[in-house]
């Protein structure tokens, strides 16, 4: 039995997104339409919290989470080369970053938890 789209992802995400998503809302914003403009500008913090206070099919929240973190690779991948280009040297950190995007998106979509773990350098 798969989980509901808020028991898989409200964990992730700090208060301060949900109490700014709750603000707007009390103003009148519709919640669907401001996740679905910040999945398009690339802000799965700001879409998730927006999503966890509609009313709206799981499978829609997921489309939209998954589209913020995958606008968000692709803005990080264009910020990396215009990196690249301007100081002429690769920045892998960032490129990983993109690729950790790519697949929280993918993890959205098959409805499973997002795992961002990083690895810590051993300095031993």
Not at 42 to 63: E, I, Q
Not at 87 to 92: S, V
């Amino acid at each position: 039995m798969s989980s509901s789209f808020d028991e898989l992802y409200r964990n992730i995400l700090n208060t301060v997104f949900i109490e700014r998503a709750r603000q707007q809302l009390e103003q009148g914003v519709d919640g669907l339409s401001c996740a679905d403009a910040y999945a398009d500008q690339g802000k799965p913090d700001f879409a998730l919290a927006h999503l966890l206070l509609v009313d709206a099919p799981d499978d829609v929240k997921r489309d939209i989470l998954a589209r913020a973190y995958e606008r968000r690779a692709e803005l990080t991948d264009e910020k990396a080369e215009t990196f690249d280009r301007q100081f002429h040297r690769p920045f892998p950190l960032i490129k990983l970053e993109a690729q950790k995007d790519r697949m929280s998106a993918q993890q959205v979509r098959q409805q499973k938890r997002i795992r961002r773990g990083t690895k810590s350098l051993n300095m031993n």
